[in-house]
C-alpha cells in the first residue's frame, strides 16, 4: 500500500466570530491516492470546512494536513498557492467564479495563474467547456448562465491543470440527473487515469460511485 495522498490528523476548526462554532473537532483521516471518495453527513456539520482543510485554503485551529507528507498547516501563504494551482482541481459550493469575466475567461484563469501559455490556454478551456457541454456559452459571463451552468464552469477550471487531487464540495447540487449522469462520467474518467477524487455531496448516485464514505456529524468522522 502506498502513502496516502493526504493525511489529516486532529483537525479542528473553530469559527469565532459572532457565534463561536466548533466546526470540526479532532478529525483524522486519510485519503488513499488514487482513491474516489465521498463525504457525507447533514447540512452544517462541517464537510465543506473538512474539504476546505484538506485543500489549503483555510488553515485549521489546530490539527495538521499533509500533502504528500508535506505539511500544509505550516507552509507559506505562496507556497500554498503554487502547490494549489500545480495540483489541486477545487469546486466550490458556491462555484466562486468572477463575475467580470466570461465562462471562457474564468477557465483561462486557473491556467494563466500555473503559468500555462496563453494560446494553449485558449485551446483547453475551450476543451473543457465543450466537456462540460458548454461551448455555446462560452462568452458568457456567470449572471448570465443558470446555476446548473455556473457549476459546469466551475468543473471545467477545476480540471484545468489536469489535477492529481479533485476536490469537489456537491459539485451536482444544482444539476439535473441527466447532467449530473453526464458530470460523474468524467468524474469517473479523472479517477480512471489514476487521480485522487474528493466529493462532498447528499447525493445516493454520487456516493454509489465512491469506493469509500467519509460520515460527518457534529464535527466529527463517524466511525465506519
Ligand atoms: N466563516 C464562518 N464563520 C462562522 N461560522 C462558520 C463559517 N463557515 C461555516 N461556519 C459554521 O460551521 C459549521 C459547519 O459549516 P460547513 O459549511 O462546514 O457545513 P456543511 O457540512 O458543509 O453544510 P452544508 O451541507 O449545508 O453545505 C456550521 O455551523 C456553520 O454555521
Ligand atoms: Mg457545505
Redo the contacts with the bound molecule.
Sequence with gaps: MSDPILRAEGLTKV?D?G?R?V?LEDVTLEIPRGSLTCIM??????????LHLLGGLDRPTSGRVYLDGEDLTAASPRRLAGIRSRRLGFVF?FFNLLPMLTALENVQTAMLLAGVPRREQEARARELLRLVGLEDKLHAKPNQLSGGQRQRVAIARALANDPDLLLM??PTGNLDSRSEEDLLEQVRAVHARGKTVVI?T?SDTVAALAERTVT?RD?RVVPG
Excluded: F, R
Excluded at 453527513?41 to 473538512?50: A, D, I, N, Q, V
Design positions: 469559527y466570530g457565534y462554532t466546526a453527513g447533514p447540512s452544517g456539520h462541517g464537510k465543506s470546512t473538512l459550493q464540495d456537491e462532498v447528499h460527518i464535527g
